[in-house]
């Protein structure tokens, strides 16, 4: 068995083993619809495509998992994409 191996079945029983609630891809998923709407306006409709903003408190904590994009297209219109975990 090889160090990659090793390391392979490590990584895999450590993530095996975590809490399956605890992993949500919130951010995975706004990046990539951010990723995939800048990279992909090519008839250059959007005027601005903001980066995720987290869901925060007044006090800086995270308040969930949610992410917030905000888009706004050459006309000037706005439009909010939310990406949160369904319960």
């Given amino acids: ?4 191996d090793n390391m392979d079945t490590i990584v895999n029983k450590f993530f095996d083993n975590l809490p399956k609630s605890y992993l949500v891809y919130c951010d995975y998923i706004a ?6 709407l800048k990279t992909n306006d ?4 959007l005027a601005s495509v903001s980066k995720p903003q987290y869901d925060m408190t007044e006090s ?10 905000n888009v706004e297209d050459r006309s000037g219109t706005r439009y909010r994409i939310t990406v949160e975990e369904v319960k």
């Avoid at 068995?1 to 990659?4: E, P, Q, R």
């Avoid at 800086?60 to 994009?69: L, N």
Wanted: aromatic letters at 8%; zero cysteines.
């Fill in 42 to 45: 090519t008839e250059r409709l």
């Fill in 31 to 36: 990046n990539t619809i951010v990723n995939n």
């Fill in 60 to 69: 800086g904590s995270f308040a969930s998992t949610k992410k917030t994009i």
């Fill in 1 to 4: 068995m090889s160090h990659f």
